[in-house]
């Protein structure tokens, strides 16, 4: 496993879409794509299996679990208080260095990298054919990176203005492998994925169709 995460098995260049919103076009190589994927897997056995959190009283079309923290009724907790009420797994340190890796190859503002300490990551299955609409990722108490990581069929990614759900935005197409750090001037954007491109996972895919997206934030929480 350390191997698979050294030196030299990333590269790509990144590519600004605006100060601080960063896209790394296949930073994960295949091997860890599937090794990710495996852990993926084992993440959905419980003990919180995959659920659709409620916003605005509607369930999600995605299937989400976490580690580290519990993000439920618009609140980050240790146990997941609206399923059923068992304790989070911790967040595992391997991810904690690829989240820091991720903003130490993106951030113009290298100390970030380094006190970059994501406590949650929050692992979203997307089913062909599924969207997630605008949103600010606002529960967090302080102003560290979102640091996203995509595996299996590419999406198009829309990157809002940090005040409204509406233009003006970008879009950018994210495919098995990308990385999306968002910080700084942008860390407070509106965005959305708005489809998902069904058959455009790589061959090797184990899971075949649909997307798997985690995302590693701090939350200021202790
Ligand atoms: O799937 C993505 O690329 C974004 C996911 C997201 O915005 C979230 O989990 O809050
Ligand atoms: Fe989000």
């Given at each position: 496993m350390q191997s698979l995460f050294d030196d030299g098995a990333f590269g790509r260049e990144p590519q600004t879409?605006?100060?601080?919103?960063?896209?790394?076009?296949?930073?994960?190589?295949?091997?860890q794509q599937d090794w990710i994927t495996e852990q993926f897997l084992s993440w959905g056995q419980g003990p919180v299996p995959p659920h659709?959190?409620?916003v605005n009283g509607h369930p999600m079309k995605v299937k989400t679990v976490c580690l580290g923290w519990?993000?439920?009724?618009?609140?980050y907790t240790r146990t997941a208080e609206d399923l059923n009420g068992a304790p989070v797994p911790p967040m595992p340190d391997w991810l904690v260095e690829l989240g820091r890796r991720a903003v130490a190859e993106t951030t113009t503002d290298p100390p970030n990298a380094q006190a970059y300490n994501p406590d949650v990551?929050?692992?979203?299955?997307?089913?062909?054919?599924?969207t997630m609409g605008m949103h600010q990722d606002a529960q967090e108490k302080v102003n560290a990176p979102i640091v996203s990581l995509s595996i299996g069929d590419s999406a198009n990614?829309?990157?809002?203005?940090?005040?409204t759900r509406t233009k003006p935005y970008q879009d950018v197409r994210l495919a098995s492998g990308d990385l999306f750090v968002f910080e700084g001037p942008a860390r407070w954007a509106f965005h959305a994925v708005t489809k998902i491109?069904?058959?455009?996972?790589p061959a090797h895919w184990k899971l075949g169709g649909g997307r798997i997206n985690i995302t590693l934030r701090e939350?200021?929480?202790?």
């Open positions: 879409l605006r100060p601080g919103a960063v896209h790394v076009p296949g930073w994960l190589t295949a091997e659709s959190t409620l519990h993000w439920g009724n618009y609140q990551a929050i692992i979203n299955y997307y089913p062909p054919g599924s990614f829309r990157l809002g203005n940090n005040e491109y069904p058959g455009t996972g939350t200021g929480m202790s």
